[in-house]
């Protein structure tokens, strides 16, 4: 299954200029597949085990400026 769910998150690649950018998608995505509660964007933080210091570096990733 794992093979699956990378197979498909790397087509997503050429959809992004930067690696960093590809990155926060793909930690976002399998976050929100694995987290143990709907609590919002900080469940994918608690769940990942991430340092809470990077809520706003992953906030980034769903502001836009268009």
């Known amino acids: ?5 990378e197979k498909i998150l790397l087509c997503f690649c050429p959809c992004f200029s930067m690696k ?3 990155t926060w998608f793909v930690t976002i995505i ?5 987290r143990s509660d709907m609590f919002g964007s900080t469940s994918v933080i608690r769940d990942l085990f991430l ?8 906030m980034h990733f769903f502001r836009a400026d268009s």
């Not at 299954?1 to 769910?5: D, E, K, L, P, R």
């Not at 340092?51 to 992953?58: M, V, W």
């Open 51 to 58: 340092d809470s210091a990077l809520y706003n570096s992953k």
């Open 30 to 34: 399998v976050g929100f597949m694995i």
């Open 20 to 22: 960093a950018a590809f």
């Open 1 to 5: 299954m794992f093979t699956f769910i």
